[in-house]
């Protein structure tokens, strides 16, 4: 089993010392040290995959911590979307590959896509001591706005913003999951393509 540690940190704060880093012109001081608040069980496994709340910081295997803050409903015409902010650090000496986050649904095993849109691009890997910063538009499991038609299933609760393992092969290992508020995905349901 591996942990993941969580930190006590605000993305109000990671934006801060990013903002400053990239405005200074300093790319080498983005990454911050901070201290472990706690430390909760976690494995590769769904049943025991660790649960965070939002704005907390984790730290996923390999030394890559994220944070996943401000979890906002949002949509339009074609449905709704969960808007979040996340910030991937990685803490280690050599690149790693940047996780996949979706929406998972009580019951399901279907992981929700993300708008592509969204300003944090999760492709490739994060190099040693680097930051990436953005905004995910994360999609209903079932969404077809990539094709198809037909509605989007409700989702039931408890739904969560699960944090996934980007392995070389085979399928993704669920990290860690940010639980979404009932009354965020009560109005997901409500402006979802029915």
Known sequence: MRAVTVRATTMTAALAVVLGACTSGRHSGMVTSLAPAMT???SRVASTASTVPAGLSAMLPDQVAITVA???????????WLTIDVRVDN?????QRLPS???VCAGG???GLHRAVSTLSLSGELPAGASR???LMLLLPGDRRLGGGGGVAACPAPAVVQVFERPHTGSAA???RVPIP???LARLNATRNK
């Open 182 to 184: 009932d009354q965020v």
């Open 133 to 135: 910063v953005g905004t």
């Open 174 to 176: 669920p990290l860690l």
């Open 70 to 80: 401000s979890l906002t409903a949002g949509g339009d015409d074609l449905g709704a």
């Open 91 to 95: 803490h280690s000496a050599h690149s």
């Open 101 to 103: 986050i979706g929406i």
């Open 40 to 42: 909760v069980g976690g």
């Open 109 to 111: 095993s279907t992981v």
